[in-house]
C-alpha cells in the first residue's frame, strides 16, 4: 500500500500516511474530549473495528476503512495535528464533537450548537492561507446534521461560536460583547479545524454539547459533571456513531 502525502510548498513536515496505517475511504468523528473519546472508543470496539495507534489517542476503523473514530484532540493546536493525519489518510468528511459555554439566551445546557462560522482568538488557524478571513463549516453536513439531530429530539442552535485557546483568560468583558455581536457559545477548536478542512479540501462540521452556561450576569454555572449531561453526551456519541456508519 502506497504512501499518501498531501502536497504543499515549502513546509518542513508534510502530512502522510506511513506504512502499516489505514487508509480510510469514508466520513468520521473526531471527538475532542477525553470522555467522549472513550465512549465512542467502546462503541467502536463493540462493533468489532479495529484499533490503530494514532497521536492523539487512538484511532478506531471499520476493516475498509469506510467508517472510522479518532480522539480526544482538546484545544486547536493538537485537534488540527489530528484532523490533518486524518486528511492523510484518506478521511471524506469529519464531525469533530465537543462542549461549548453558552453565551446566548434561549441556549441551554444539554442543546447541540451547530457553527457556521468562528470568531477566532486562537493561534493556530493564522498559520494557514486564510488567516483575518472567515471560514464556515461545509454546509451541507450542517444541513444533514441539523436534520438527524432535530429529529432525534435535539434543541439545535446555528450560528458563530467563539474560539479561545485560553479558557482561563475569558473574560466577562468578552462575554458582554460577543454576545452582543451574537455569537452563541465559546469552545477550543472549531475555527482551527474549519481553517484546515478548507485549505484541504474536505467537509467539516461540529456538533457542540452545550456544557455550562457563560452569562453577562457574571454566573458560571458549569453542567459537564452531572449525570444527565453524561447521558446526554452518550446519546449524541450513539446516533453520530449510527451516522457515519450509514453515510
Known amino acids: 500500500m502506497k504512501e499518501r502525502a498531501i502536497p504543499s510548498t515549502g513546509v518542513v513536515i508534510e502530512p502522510r500516511r506511513e506504512a502499516g496505517e489505514p487508509e480510510l475511504s469514508g466520513p468520521g468523528l473526531l471527538p475532542v474530549n477525553p ?15 479495529r484499533r490503530y ?10 476493516p475498509t476503512g ?3 473514530l479518532a480522539g480526544p484532540a482538546v484545544g ?4 488540527v495535528m489530528a484532523l490533518e493525519k486524518l486528511v492523510a489518510l484518506g478521511a471524506t468528511a469529519v464531525i469533530s464533537v465537543g462542549w461549548c ?3 446566548a439566551p434561549g441556549v441551554e445546557v444539554g442543546d447541540i450548537v451547530l457553527p457556521d462560522t468562528a470568531l477566532s482568538e486562537e493561534g493556530t488557524s493564522a498559520h494557514y492561507p486564510f488567516a483575518g478571513q472567515s471560514v464556515a463549516a461545509d454546509p451541507a453536513l450542517n444541513l444533514k446534521l441539523q436534520r438527524l439531530l432535530v429529529g432525534a429530539g435535539f434543541t439545535v442552535h446555528g450560528g458563530p461560536v467563539w474560539t479561545t485557546d485560553a479558557p482561563y483568560r475569558e473574560t466577562w468583558a468578552k462575554v458582554a460583547r460577543y454576545r452582543r ?7 477550543m477548536e472549531f475555527a482551527a479545524l474549519a481553517a484546515v478542512a478548507a ?7 461540529s456538533v457542540l454539547l452545550v456544557s455550562d452556561l457563560v452569562r453577562e450576569e457574571q454566573a458560571w454555572e458549569p453542567a459537564f459533571r452531572g449525570r ?13 456513531h449510527e451516522f457515519i456508519t450509514v453515510e
Do not use: K, N, Q
Open 35 to 49: 470522555a467522549e473519546a472513550r465512549m465512542a472508543a467502546a462503541m467502536a470496539r463493540e462493533a468489532g473495528w
Open 53 to 62: 495507534s494514532f497521536f492523539p489517542g487512538a484511532l478506531h476503523a471499520t
Open 66 to 68: 469506510g467508517a472510522w
Open 76 to 79: 486547536a493546536p493538537v485537534a
Open 101 to 103: 459555554g453558552a453565551l
Open 181 to 187: 455581536r451574537g455569537i452563541l457559545a465559546v469552545e
Open 199 to 205: 485549505y484541504r479540501g474536505v467537509p467539516l462540521a
Open 228 to 240: 444527565d449531561f453524561r447521558r446526554r453526551a452518550r446519546r449524541l456519541l450513539l446516533l453520530l
